[in-house]
């Protein structure tokens, strides 16, 4: 009985502990996409800014699930999961959208989507963190 217990209180450290680490590695990665896309920007340089949006498109896809999301609210803003997801679903479609304007030479609207997913980022945020 001890033992089984000891058992499930390991199970439970390490589920807890891999769902954390999801939460910090997509968010490490979307950091570090968004300084890569910045500096691109800043110094013309496109190659960077592909390269930071893949960060940012792999990083927002380990956290754009509603039930990984809801793990990480505080108790009294589980209500608010949707908006959450929002937030993803929007940083999504917002790497798309700065793709295409890249590839059709149109920076200010590639910028444009830059800016847009920081608000995104800003969203999810000020839920998490009471804003
Ligand atoms: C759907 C919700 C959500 C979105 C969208 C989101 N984050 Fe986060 N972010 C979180 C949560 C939850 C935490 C952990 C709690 C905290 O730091 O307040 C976090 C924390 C962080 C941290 C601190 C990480 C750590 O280990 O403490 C960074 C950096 C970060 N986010 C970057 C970003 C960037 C960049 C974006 C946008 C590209 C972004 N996040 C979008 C939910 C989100």
């Known amino acids: 009985m001890k033992l089984l ?6 199970a439970l450290t390490i589920s807890v502990a891999s769902a954390q680490d999801v939460m910090q590695k997509s968010m490490s990665l979307m950091e570090q ?6 500096k691109g920007f800043l ?7 592909r390269s930071g949006s893949k960060l940012v ?4 896809s380990l956290f754009s699930d509603k039930k990984v999301i809801a793990q990480y609210l505080p108790k009294d803003k589980k209500h608010m999961v949707n908006v959450a997801e929002n937030a993803a679903k929007r940083i999504e479609l917002d790497v798309n ?3 295409l304007n890249l590839d059709d030479k149109a920076y200010i609207n590639a910028a444009n989507g830059y800016s ?3 608000n995104a980022c800003a969203r999810c945020h000020s839920i998490v963190r009471s804003w």
């Open 33 to 38: 996409g968004m300084t890569q896309i910045q």
């Open 43 to 49: 110094n013309n340089n496109l190659e960077l800014i």
């Open 116 to 118: 847009d997913i920081l």
């Open 97 to 99: 959208v700065l793709e």
């Open 57 to 60: 498109k792999e990083g927002n």
């Open 5 to 10: 217990n000891i058992l499930t209180a390991i």
